[in-house]
């Protein structure tokens, strides 16, 4: 068989699902089809407008990019409506914000804090050279030293990933522990000198209007409507016939299947032994108000919050992403609340608490004026890089592959270091290439590489 004449199927229509379906169009190959089991097109990278007429994402998404082809993509896709962003992000410790990165910035910090912090550092420096920690708690430690590991790294993250950093490989931060610059770091106290330039995603871009959703569905419009079906959910395959049957009962015949759908339902669908691998749910609470955003927030795009005793780890000032993601721009601001829970809950009892610990951050006003309150539950939020992790995707994927099973995106393939929307969509655009030109899928195997 050519490959021109390969039957391929993709489920799921998010960015990994449509990166590959894009791919195929350009390589000029005719012959697949694409299921997606919502009514609409971006998966996570949706957004959704609620019924008072403010714009939602799932988690205020962050768009930036290692890859020219994703950046062309996302460029042709809104057309130019976008707005560009400087990161401006903090953390909210001991009733202070202190500008993010937390560890370029520990001057902010009360000074018996700062001073703990900073022995830390360089205690890291001088010890931290050729160690192998054994997890991510000890990476964390051996990073960063005991005082910022103490006040905000081993907190937050156990808020993020809902369990301690022990039971976390390190291995997919980088190839080595990197201690921060302690040099620039003592110059940053002596001058009382904020210090917010460093690191990744310090500049980032958002669609003016229809929130991060916008880019998807315009990516999905031209793409031919005949081999894209809304509302097919995938309910059973046949590895060894190379069948997939839909929730409406159609069978379909495929030689190659790229599935963006959570590797353990596959591996379920498949017949195989439920994988060892797991995945964080959370709350995303949307709070539309009157009036305009306090100073602290005016500009702000996101902040930390590690406190323990706080429910949520993550606060996004999203009217500040597009004004248009309020009806009213001169008169409504919006914020949106990320919670990592054990599983679904009682809505109206987090909404409560959510009010609550905002006023308490002096987020919002004792008696705000909201205008809409929105949520959704993100049953998979975060695929969680356990220390299993590797060694079940290493038994798995090969078999799937095997089958003619690609198994890639954000919870396909199950690695959080490529699990952004730039690495899901070019999974889907190399998992393409591979099965018409048998080129290497960089971004699955070398993440050290795309990621550099
Ligand atoms: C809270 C949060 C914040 C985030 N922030 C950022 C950010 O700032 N920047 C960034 O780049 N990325 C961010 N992401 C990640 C981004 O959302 C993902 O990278 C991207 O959506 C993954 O794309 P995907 O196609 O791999 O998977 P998904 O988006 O999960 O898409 C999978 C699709 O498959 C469909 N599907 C599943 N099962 C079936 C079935 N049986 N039949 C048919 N269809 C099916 C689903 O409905 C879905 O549409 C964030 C994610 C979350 C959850």
Known sequence: MSAGDTRILIIGAGPCGLGAAWRL???????????????????????????????????????????????????DAIAGRYLEHQRDACVHLLGRYVPYPFQYNIHRLPADVRDECLEGLRRAAETAAGKDPKNFGEWIDLTFGPGIARHFMRPYNAKVWGRPPEELDWRWIGERVAVPDVARITENIRLSRDDVAWGPNNTFRFPLTGGTGAIWRNLAQKLPPDKFRLNAEAVALDLDARTCRTASGELLHYDCLITTMPLTTLALLAGFDPPPLEATSAYIFGLGLEGRPPELLRTKCWIYFPAPDCPFYRVTVFSNYSPQNVPHPTRQWALMFEWCVPGKGDTAALWERTLASAQQAGLIPDAPKIASQWSKFVPHCYPVPTLGRDAA??????????????SRGRFGAWKYEVGNTDHSFMQGVEAADRILHGREETTLNHPEIVNR
């Open 393 to 406: 995707l290493n038994n798995l994927l090969p078999r799937l592959e095997a089958a003619g099973v690609y």
């Open 25 to 75: 169009e350009q390589a000029g190959h005719r012959n697949w089809l694409l299921l997606e089991r919502e009514a609409y097109p971006g998966g996570l990278a949706s957004s959704f407008v609620d019924t008072a007429g403010f714009t939602w994402d799932v988690g205020g998404h962050v768009i930036f990019s290692h890859y020219d082809l994703f950046t062309s993509v996302v460029d």
